[in-house]
C-alpha cells in the first residue's frame, strides 16, 4: 500500500469520487430491472407527466422516498430546460455515485483510515459494477457503511465511556423504508447496542429509539400516504405480498444454501479467500474478536432468513459487502505489517486484477444491447405518433427515462397472474403470432419493433412489413428469451437499400 501512503483526508474522498464517477461512464451495461422500472421510470412519470408504473406501485410495497430524490433531480432539470436526454439518464447516477463515494470514505473512516481498506472498497468488482447505480440496494449499502461507521461498538473499556451517535439509527429507519429486508441487520446491532449501551436501557428506548422510529415512521408514512393517495406503510405491504403471500418466487426459486455456495462468493470474487481467512480467525478465538463476531452474527441473520426465501438474487446480499470487507481488511492489515515487499506487490496484483477483470466485463460487455438499443430509439422516433413494442421478455430494458420521448411504448406485462393463469409475457412466448393477431386485430400495428435475435424465426411473418435498421451486441451466454443480439425493426415507409442496415 505504498501508493496510498500520506493520502489526505480530501485527497483520500477525491480518489474515491473519482472512481465513482468513473463508473458512471465505464458501466453501461444492463444489470436488473428494478434499476429503472423502481427509481428511474416513477421519478420520470411524475416529473414530466409520462411515464410507466409496475404492479408494486399499484400493490403499494415500494416506498416513494428514493424516486422522489430522483423526480426532484429531474424537476431541476424540466424548470431549467436542460432536460436532454444523456443529461436526464446521466444525472441520477451520478446522485448516487456521490451517496457511495460518502458511504465509501465512511467505511475507510470506520476501519481506521487503513490503506487495505480503501483498496478493497475501491477494487471490489462488485461494489464498482453496482455503486452507481440506482438500485434500491445500492442505496441500501450505501446506508449500511455510513452506519457501521459512527455506530457505537463497545471495542474496548473506554468504549464504555464515549459518547454514543444515535446517527446510525436514523439511517437504519430509513434503511428499512427503502428495503425492509435489511431489518435483520439493525435488530442485531439494535440488540448489542442495548446491551451495551452507556446509558440506562430504558432511557435508551425511551429517548433515542422510539422518538427517532416514530419520526422517521410519520415522515416517510406521510410521504408514502401522499403520494399513494391513501393511507399506507410501505414496509408492511412489502412484507405481506414477498414474504407472506410468496409473491416473489413467481420470478424465480433457489435452492436454500445459494447464497452461501454462489450469491456471497459471486460478489466477493477473489476478495472471498480474505473473507474465508478472516471467518476463520474469528470462529477459532471468538474472545479475541467480538466485534467480528458480532458482525459476522449480524450478517449470518441476514444470510439465514433470506434463505428461507425461494426467490434469492445476488443484489440482496449486496449491504454486506461493507461488513465482510471490513473482516477482510482486519486479518489482511496485520499480514501485511510480517510479508515481504514481493509478498505484498504480488497479492496487490492478484486482488487488482481479479476484480478489475470481471469488472470489465460485467460493466462494459455483458448484457450491453438493451442499453444501446435506447438511443436508437430515440433517433429513429421521427413523430410522437411513433409507437414501440418490446417482443422482449419484460422490462428488459428502460423505458421513457432512458427514451425522454412521450411516444406510446407496449411492453409485455409479467405482473404475477391469479393462481392457475399464465402471465402476459410467458404466454407471448408460446404463441407470438396468435399474441400479435388478438394485440392488433383493431388497431394500428407499432411503427417500431425491438426484440431479441432468438425470437426472429418465431415471428418472421409478422416482420414483413418492417425493415432491420440495427443489430446490436448484447451477450456472449444467451438463455432462454434472452438472445446474442438486439434488433430494432421499423415499419416500411419506403424501399431502404440492403447497405442502408447498420450491423
Not at 468504549?159 to 439509527?169: C, F, H, N, P, V
Not at 436501557?201 to 403520494?227: H, N, Q, W
Not at 393462481?419 to 392488433?440: D, H, L, V
Request: charged residues 15%; hydrophobic residues 45%; glycine residues 6%.
Amino acid at each position: 500500500m505504498a501508493l496510498a501512503k500520506g493520502l489526505r483526508p480530501v485527497q483520500v474522498g477525491a480518489v474515491i469520487l473519482a472512481v465513482r464517477i468513473l463508473s458512471v461512464f465505464l458501466v453501461q451495461t444492463w444489470y436488473v430491472p428494478d434499476e429503472y422500472w423502481q427509481t428511474l421510470e416513477v421519478a420520470h412519470k411524475y416529473a414530466f407527466g409520462y411515464g410507466a408504473l409496475t404492479w408494486e406501485w399499484q400493490k403499494g410495497i415500494r416506498s416513494y422516498l428514493y424516486p422522489s430524490v430522483v423526480a426532484v433531480l429531474y424537476s431541476v432539470l424540466k424548470l431549467t430546460g436542460l432536460d436532454y436526454p444523456n443529461v436526464v439518464i446521466i444525472l441520477p447516477r451520478i446522485l448516487q455515485a456521490i451517496i457511495s463515494s460518502i458511504a465509501d470514505y465512511k467505511f475507510y473512516k470506520w476501519t481506521g483510515g487503513r490503506k487495505w481498506a480503501l483498496f478493497l472498497i475501491l477494487t471490489s468488482w462488485f461494489w464498482f459494477y453496482t455503486a452507481s447505480r440506482t438500485l434500491l440496494q445500492t442505496l441500501e449499502t450505501a446506508f449500511v457503511a455510513i452506519a457501521l461507521s459512527v455506530f457505537p461498538f463497545k471495542t474496548g473499556k473506554l468504549g464504555y465511556y464515549e459518547k454514543e451517535s444515535s446517527t446510525w439509527l436514523w439511517l437504519a429507519c430509513v434503511s428499512i423504508f427503502v428495503r425492509p429486508t435489511s431489518a435483520p441487520l439493525w435488530i442485531v446491532l439494535g440488540i448489542y447496542n442495548m446491551a451495551t449501551t452507556n446509558q440506562g436501557r430504558i432511557e435508551l428506548l425511551l429517548k433515542t429509539y422510539l422518538p427517532i422510529a416514530f419520526i422517521c415512521g410519520v415522515v416517510l408514512v406521510g410521504l408514502d400516504s401522499y403520494l399513494y393517495g391513501r393511507l399506507i406503510v410501505t414496509p408492511w405491504e412489502f412484507f405481506k405480498y414477498n414474504v407472506l403471500g410468496g409473491v416473489a418466487s413467481f420470478y424465480g426459486e433457489h435452492p436454500w444454501h445459494w447464497y452461501i455456495t454462489q450469491g456471497l462468493p459471486a460478489i466477493l470474487g477473489i476478495n472471498v479467500l480474505p473473507v474465508v481467512w478472516a471467518l476463520y480467525k474469528i470462529i477459532s478465538r471468538p474472545s479475541e474478536n467480538k466485534m467480528g463476531l458480532l458482525l459476522i452474527t449480524a450478517a449470518g441473520l441476514h444470510v439465514l432468513l433470506h434463505s428461507f426465501i425461494p426467490h434469492k438474487e445476488f443484489r440482496f446480499v449486496l449491504p454486506l459487502l461493507p461488513i465482510l470487507l471490513y473482516l477482510a481488511q482486519d486479518v489482511i492489515v496485520p499480514w501485511s505489517r510480517k510479508a515481504k515487499k514481493w509478498q505484498l506487490y504480488g497479492v496487490t496484483m492478484l486482488m487488482l486484477v481479479g476484480n478489475l477483470l470481471p469488472s470489465l466485463y460485467f460493466g462494459v460487455i455483458h448484457q450491453a444491447g438493451t442499453l444501446a438499443v435506447m438511443p436508437v430509439l430515440r433517433e429513429s422516433l421521427t413523430e410522437n405518433r411513433s409507437s414501440i413494442l418490446f417482443m422482449m421478455p419484460c422490462h428488459s430494458t428502460p423505458l421513457y427515462s432512458h427514451l425522454h420521448r412521450n411516444v406510446s411504448t407496449r411492453t409485455l406485462d409479467c405482473s404475477p397472474p391469479p393462481e392457475g393463469r399464465t402471465c402476459e409475457s410467458e404466454a407471448f412466448f408460446m404463441n407470438p403470432n396468435r399474441w400479435w393477431n388478438a394485440e392488433y386485430a383493431h388497431r394500428q400495428t407499432p411503427s417500431h419493433l425491438v426484440l431479441f435475435d432468438v425470437l426472429k424465426g418465431r415471428v418472421d411473418s409478422l416482420l414483413q412489413g418492417y425493415d432491420l435498421i440495427q443489430r446490436i451486441n448484447h451477450t456472449q451466454f444467451p438463455q432462454g428469451e434472452v438472445g446474442e443480439k438486439v434488433l430494432v425493426y421499423k415499419k416500411r415507409t419506403q424501399k431502404i437499400q440492403a447497405d442502408e442496415i447498420i450491423h
